[in-house]
Each structure stands twice: as C-alpha cells, then as structure tokens.
C-alpha cells in the first residue's frame, strides 16, 4: 500500500478513518486497473477471496475488487472451486489472484506469470 517510506507517516497526519479507508479501497482498486480480478469487467466492489462466512478476513490480501456478478454469484463458496466452473476460468487469472494472496502487491505479477508457465 505504502509507495515511499515516509508515505505511512503522512498517512497518520492527513487522513481521517473515513479517508485511510477510501484510499485503502482506492489503492486495491488502483493495483487491479479497476478490472474484475475473475471476469476482467469494470469492477463495483471488492470481494474477500476466502469469505468472511469461513474465517476470511478484510485485509489487503484477502480483498480483490470484483464486478457485480462475479461478487453475488461466489457468495460464500471457496474461490478456486468457484473460479474453476466459470466461463471466463484462466489459469494465469488463478494465479494472479494468488500471488496477490501471497504477496500484497501486483508490482511484479507478469514476471511471476512468466515464470510459472514456463
């Protein structure tokens, strides 16, 4: 989330709750190009990858943003069995969504791709 190391400080002095929670969306939102992490479409919302139903939490990690489909029709079922049955299904979407899972960030996402397929 932080670009710079004195970005976290700045944070603290300029940023309301309401604000931080904004620019933490926002910075989700940014990571993904505002794109469903499942289908590509225009992205409404955000979506826990693990439900908060089973354990999931709200998190960077654990939040990708999704489309208003792909967000009601995984509802609470575990994303890669989900994910799997859909038309729109791609390995390299899988492990996107994973690595993000791992690692926070999509910096360096197309390296990752690269490599794995290989």
């Known amino acids: 989330m932080f670009r710079t190391e004195h970005e976290p400080l700045a944070l603290l002095v300029e940023l309301t709750p309401r604000l931080a929670k ?5 910075e989700i939102y940014k990571d993904w190009d505002y794109k469903c992490a499942y ?5 409404s919302s955000l979506e826990h ?9 709200s998190s960077r990690h654990n939040l990708v943003p999704a489309c208003t489909k ?7 079922e575990k994303m890669e069995t989900w994910f799997e049955k859909q038309p729109f299904f791609s390995k390299e979407k899988l492990k996107s969504i994973l690595y993000w899972m791992e690692s926070n ?5 197309d390296t990752y791709i690269n490599n794995a397929i290989a």
Do not use: M, V
């Not at 904004?22 to 926002?26: D, L, P």
């Not at 289908?39 to 992205?43: L, M, P, T």
């Not at 960030?105 to 996402?109: D, P, R, S, Y």
């Open 105 to 109: 960030t999509l910096e360096f996402i």
């Open 49 to 57: 990858i693990i439900p908060k139903y089973r354990s999931g939490c």
């Open 70 to 76: 792909c967000n009601s029709n995984k509802a609470s």
């Open 22 to 26: 904004k620019r933490f969306r926002e």
């Open 39 to 43: 289908c590509g479409d225009d992205a």
